[in-house]
């Protein structure tokens, strides 16, 4: 029986051919995939940023009432004082009504405190939510940044089919879903130095 050297070489192109096709076919399911999964995160990733902004604006405008209340409360607080000085010069019969008008400011003194003490507690809470909301976003920023990294991989992966990139890719790829997950799933997973490197 005679080999002919074409068949050799027919057969070793079909397999090679074979090897290129499955690798080819694993690579474009895999950008698939993580192309689905980054578009989910991306919605999730868009609607954490509204909420953060959201967070931003309700401490901004606590703060402003906490101001106003402060210069309320200042106010009232020299009225006090103008009107404690005023009832020193004052006639019996008019001291009751000096007398009064000071409760009363100083009733408004201790109500806008008191709405000033809320207003400072409520703005705290909002930086807290922020902070709770951005820890998330840098999840999923991060993991949309390893998955892009993975992708372009998996495009080189297709031009050279060297199953070593496409293992390199699959690595990076499963960090990328791992923070996106973390990011959707709320998880306490967070890279704080390679975050604090990129900000």
Partial sequence: MDIDPKDIVETAQQAADRKSARLNAVTAVSVAILATFMGICKVKDDNIVQAMQQAQADKLDHWAYYQAR?????????????????????????????????????????????????????????????????FRDDQLD?????????????????????????????????FGMLMGLAGLASWKIHPAVLVGWLS
């Fill in 70 to 134: 402060n210069i309320r409360q200042e106010v009232a607080d020299a009225t006090v004082v103008q009107l404690e000085l005023a009832a020193l010069s004052q006639t019996p019969a008019t001291a009751p009504q000096y007398r009064a008008a000071i409760e009363k400011y100083r009733a408004i003194a201790v109500d806008q405190k008191t709405k000033k003490e809320r207003l400072s507690a409520q703005a705290a809470q909002d930086q807290s939510n922020y902070d709770a909301l951005n």
């Fill in 142 to 174: 991060l993991s949309d940044a390893l998955l892009a990294i993975a992708i372009a991989l998996l495009a080189v992966t297709a031009l050279t089919q060297l199953w070593a990139l496409y293992a390199v890719a699959l690595v990076t790829s499963i």
